[in-house]
């Protein structure tokens, strides 16, 4: 079994900055891509970031150039550093990642969610 647990969240203004955290933890043998997605009320989940193991990464367009995902591989840890926020980036953001357990295939795991909350 295997656990992600974000932290990070929370209100800022907007034009402000926050730093996502979450770690991986459990039964893991090897992560590869690990992600940020966002679901605001009334909408569907969407992608906000991803990187792959070796560091290659993947931004919205609506957030690129604003917010920069990394990882340490060491931790099993991926970031999200946002800068600039806006209103319309309030939502619950959600890790994912997609890891592979001793004995066993790789299969896609979600956290918990943060709340992210941008006033005007």
């Known amino acids: 079994q295997v656990q992600l647990v974000e932290s990070g969240g929370g209100l800022v203004q907007a034009g402000g900055s926050l730093r996502l955290s979450c770690a991986a933890s459990?039964?893991?043998?090897?992560?590869?891509?690990m992600g940020w997605y966002r679901q605001a009320p009334g909408k569907q989940r969407e992608l906000v970031a991803t990187?792959?193991?070796?560091?290659?990464?993947n931004y919205a367009d609506s957030v690129n150039g604003r917010f920069t995902i990394s990882r340490d591989n060491a931790k099993n840890t991926v970031y999200l550093k946002m800068n600039s926020l806006k209103p319309e980036d309030t939502a619950v953001y959600y890790c994912?990642?997609?890891?592979?357990?001793?004995?066993?295939?790789?299969?896609?795991?979600w956290g918990q969610g943060t709340q992210v909350t941008v006033s005007s």
């Open positions: 459990g039964n893991i043998f090897s992560i590869n891509a």
């Open positions: 990187i792959t193991s070796d560091g290659s990464t």
């Open positions: 994912n990642a997609v890891v592979r357990s001793a004995y066993d295939y790789w299969r896609n795991y």
